[in-house]
């Protein structure tokens, strides 16, 4: 059981629902925007670069002499971001947990917008040779550590001010703002082809400058999390989250970081590898799987936001087995409907791959992550284990592509499913937080508390009527 639900046996359930009210707060529609359309924009810079590393970074950055060096090379250079990010994630969960959430949402988007941009400006390999991967490197570092720091932030903030029936719902739109901003990078380097020459992949990078202002001006806007304030007034703030999460919490930072993996490294094949396989068996040009991509993209708004508000009913686990489930059976279908050569089965593929796989794994981690920490260590212990997986994610496509090398097609085909095993055995290893139990439990307390309203008493919040968390325990 989690903090959010507490017994309905409590004789100051008003209290309670004063602090963290059943409906939500007031702000909760706007926060939940305003925390996609971060999500959305820092997407968008870190996705891009992906996209860009499996078209154009190879040549653009590196020896176009030997293309396979190159593009492992590319793929590496992607991967270092990726490597950074729990670095981002320790500190933006460590200042999320002391100071606050916002701050750390503003800050991380701000970082992330000026490395961004400064891609857009750097010279190419063919201007000042090895220098130009070297600078490359420097800014994707930056962008590591900002995206590192952006989840924990804007999840738990949304987390924080949703109703308690509705925290898949409400998680699930932040999260779709992940597809959101896949879809504006696809669709800003599908634009941008027929610009030609080092401006195909400059311009999408510097257009991130009107994102970032727009994202900047809508989280300046948004209010700190309720239960964050709450601890603050009460003096209860984690001395050191990082350390006590570490020491109590270490099972769920292991079991969320395998969840983890399932999702972030099968959309690093699926996906993010899939575009430079493509490319270079020669199944279709850029604009096929760009279109794919985007297209995926789209129908991912709604898949994911979909996936999250299921949660809701039917509880976070039994989606998350379907997800996994479906990962360990799609790995060899996925390439042999690529290998068609077909545009139409390209694309099926990456719908598939993105809305029904990649979604209904990520539309879920926003809640069920969330409930497995206690909220003064809740942003430290979700962004930790959200964001060590990114190491091993990061290097999948340079993995995958040392393995189709060697393997031809069958060996990324089996990486996927090994990732989609992971996830199957994880899911069966961690509790459910919103099973039939806590649904009906709030159900009775929602009736209980409506009564109690009806009869006027005198109300004292104290630090003791706030609800104990189990979540932080075996």
Known sequence: MTERHPPVRDPHLEEVAAWHPIEGTPEKKKVAIGCSVGATIETYDFIGFGIAAALYFNTAFFPADDPLSSTLLSFATLGIGFAVRPLGGIIGGYLGDKIGRKPVLVGSLLLMGIATVLIGCLPTYDQVGVWAGVLLVAVRVVQGLAFGAEWGGAILMCFE?????????????????????????????????????????????????????????????????????????????SK????????????????????????????????????????????????????????????????????????????????YLLGTALHVLWGIPLFLTVNTGAAVAIVIAFVVSYAVLQNSLAGVQGAWFSELFATKTRTTGASLAYQMSAVVSGFTPLIAAALYGTYGWIGPALLFMGYGLLGLVATLSTRETWGRAEREEVAVLERTLAAEAAVPTPRTRTSEHRPTADSATD
Not at 178 to 201: E, K, R, T
Not at 277 to 291: I, K, M, N, P
Request: with cysteine; net charge neutral; hydrophobic share 50%.
């Open 161 to 237: 001010h949703a109703p308690w029936r509705k925290k898949g719902l409400y998680t699930g739109i932040t999260q779709a703002g992940f597809p959101v901003g896949l879809l504006l990078a696809n669709l800003a380097f599908l634009a941008s082809v027929p610009l030609g020459g080092s401006w195909a992949w400059r311009v999408p990078f510097l257009l991130s400058a009107v994102l970032i202002v727009v994202g900047i001006v809508i989280r300046l806007k948004v209010e700190e999390s309720p239960e964050f304030e709450e601890l603050k007034e009460e003096g209860e703030l």
């Open 240 to 319: 050191n989250p990082l350390l006590e999460v570490l020491r109590d919490d270490w099972r769920n930072i292991l079991r969320a970081f395998c969840l983890r993996i399932t999702e972030t490294a099968g959309y690093a094949v699926s996906v993010t590898f899939m575009l430079s396989y493509v490319a270079a068996e020669g199944l279709a040009d850029r604009s096929v799987t760009l279109t794919g991509t985007m297209i995926a993209a789209a129908i991912g708004i709604f898949a994911t936001t979909y996936w999250g508000a299921l949660t809701d009913r039917i509880g976070r686990r039994p989606v």
